[in-house]
Nanobody, 122 residues
Framework: QVRLVESGGGLVQPGGSLRLTCVASGLAFRRYVMGWFRQAPGKEREFVAGVSWSGGVTSYGDFVKGRFTISRDNGKNTMALQMNSLKPEDTAGYYC???????????????WGQGTQVTVSS
């Protein structure tokens, strides 16, 4: 059974940083693309970042603008999202997901974690 568990969310002031982590189990982690999405209340789920199986190729949503960095450690079955210069509009639930290609299309990812809440507020 594939399981994804996110952690690292919390309350942070504007301009602050957070590091989200996703731990995967029950799959051959190194074979899959991994992605981060986010969803705010009343909004659709939005692509944040994706990383190839090797970690050598990454992609980001347009709103990221160099503030976030996605990475993975295949030896530990983990993926991370370093988020800097956070803004109030980054407030959302953040979800990790398993896919077969780096894409912003939600339906291309077939396994999701439960999410971790990020709140950016002063």
């Amino acid at each position: 059974q594939v399981r994804l568990v996110e952690s690292g969310g919390g309350l942070v002031q504007p301009g602050g940083s957070l590091r989200l982590t996703c731990v995967a189990s029950g799959l051959a982690f190194r074979r899959y693309v991994m992605g981060w999405f986010r969803q705010a209340p009343g909004k659709e789920r939005e692509f944040v970042a994706g990383v190839s199986w090797s970690g050598g190729v990454t992609s980001y949503g347009d709103f990221v603008k160099g503030r976030f960095t996605i990475s993975r450690d295949n030896g530990k079955n983990t993926m991370a999202l370093q988020m800097n210069s956070l803004k109030p509009e980054d407030t959302a639930g953040y979800y990790c997901a398993v896919g077969n290609a780096i894409t912003s299309v939600v339906s291309s990812y077939d396994t999701w974690g439960q999410g971790t809440q990020v709140t950016v507020s002063s």
